[in-house]
């Protein structure tokens, strides 16, 4: 069984020694503050006394800043056989090191993509990770003995692992996580300056559009500084798209008909490729895109109601895959949507109104 | 009793005409499609023979480019004391209908803020504009009497009026429907040269923001065509915040302190401007924004998890606000989000646990 060190007890490093502890692993705590460690030990997720020998990982959950110091300190004292960090953006990191002569072989750096509204170590929590993308991103000198220590630790920490190089890491949560985070910043902020009765008009579109803009702002500007070129450069490539865009809008509201038929051809052509980039998402499961229907069905606000929809629509035996819930404007009614298989759909609403539910 | 005319009976019209005949309305479709009159009919939408002197009301819901002409033309036959229509953009409609010298008095512009993914009678419901906003648009010519008879139409259909001017209206839907809907496309579209490794770490964030660029790129042409320059416009400013963003990224990753201070400012406005946009966005009921917070829980992938989820939930006698279901990768499992007011947070996670749920 293995043994390991966490460094660093917030959110993220408890989490994952909760986890490993609720494995049967050997967990020791360190951190700078001997109060988060003490808190960290209550909550059963390890012991604040240090290893009597070398363990077998070193996971260092310490502020992205400061992983370089500390992994080439844990190095030189010889604490453990692999080594591993949790910070969100890979490649600055892996020059740091390099740069501080760290030993290479035996680091992995990783990237659980999961966090919590909160932080510290009494957010922590044991599931943390479980069904989250583990990312784990060896070079050509990582040694295979450590690969698989780290894999042993995302597998002990109920994640999916997925390998791929720092650089295209950084891509990657640049593309479907930074990017679109300043996205639904710069839209929202499109609203500040807006009327009331123009914003009270605002729906499920721009909602759900939004929602990520909703988180803390100093937390981000630490993520994206990490990140800044990359997704900076992605941030260029969606303007050029913005400009065309806004080209064929310009063109559309010409007098010419010529004019105008370029302009529609120009905003239809974003709109496939949007149809087209969406459709990659993958849907639940294992990543590939399943294709649903919706069964909608008016509901009233009473508690209740939702417990009495799911049970009707249980008696169906089908599956619901995914639940959107709409609200109306100045009404307590709302739709719910259902997801369920494409050939589900007639079954689900049959057995719905069967039992009295209004299908919109 | 109100009596009307329905001219046009697609989606809007026959909807429109179910929800008012269902209210003891003497309803008249008319449209070119004499299968289409047939076919609303047979819903019970109302009758296909002319009425037999003038009505209180026509609704004009033919495609948006028709309106002006067939407006002028109704109103040359006298079919109805008060005149409107359900165009999704209404400036460039009021400037046709004065150039086509039609009577603005007894005129007045309507968007009833709802739709469905199907086109035609069939797709119609009597229910469709339940709860949702109805904006109408008078001028300074419209009489009273006439605003009066379209405020009987919207309540008798079960919608919520907004008033305001045409010019208001095409800003708000261009900043809360159009604008938005366009970046979820340029967003989307991001994603397709992307490697497959990278899309399979798209998470709930990306998925939710890029919802409305699934949507049917023909209809959203002819949708954008009819408020292209203050989409043009909207974008435009849009584009200019994120240059600022772009230069702000540039700063962060630069090697000198100060600048990368001074990017850090930068991205932490934007960020901070995007929460205070975002707490603009109604919440359900009122259009007030109301504080929830999220309960979450981990759930498993049976038919039936969810019904004994809401049952157990409503054990709490706490209202849902809510629901959101977000699934894990590569995993049946996945954790259902229930929003519900701040003070009722303890008690329902209680009821929940002692029933052995799991919470996250």
Known sequence: MLSAVVVGTGLIGTSAALALSN????????????????????????TGQPPEGVVDLAVVAVPPAMVGRVLRALQDEGVARHYTDVAGVKGGLEQDLGALDCDMRRYIGGHPMAGAERSGPLAARGDLFEGRAWVLT???????????????????????????GAAAHDMAVGLVSHMPHLVAS????????????????????????????ASDPRLWVDILSANAGVVADLLEELAADLDTTIGGLRAMAATDDAKRAHGAEVIEDVLRQGNTGRARIPGKHDGRPVRYAAVSVLIGDQPGEMARLFTDAGRSGVNIEDVRLEHATGRLAGVVYLSVAQESVALVENTLQERGWRLR
């Open 23 to 46: 494995r049967g692993v050997n967990v020791h705590l360190r951190d700078l503050d001997p109060l988060a460690v003490r808190t960290a030990a209550s909550l059963g997720s390890g």
């Open 138 to 164: 060896p070079t050509a000198e990582t040694d295979t003995e450590t690969l698989n220590t780290a894999l042993e630790l995302v597998a002990l920490c109920g994640a999916t692992p997925v390998v791929m």
């Open 186 to 213: 710069l839209v929202a902020m499109r609203l500040t300056q807006a009327e009331g009765r123009a914003v009270s008009l605002a729906g499920p579109s721009i909602r759900d559009l939004t929602r990520i803009a």
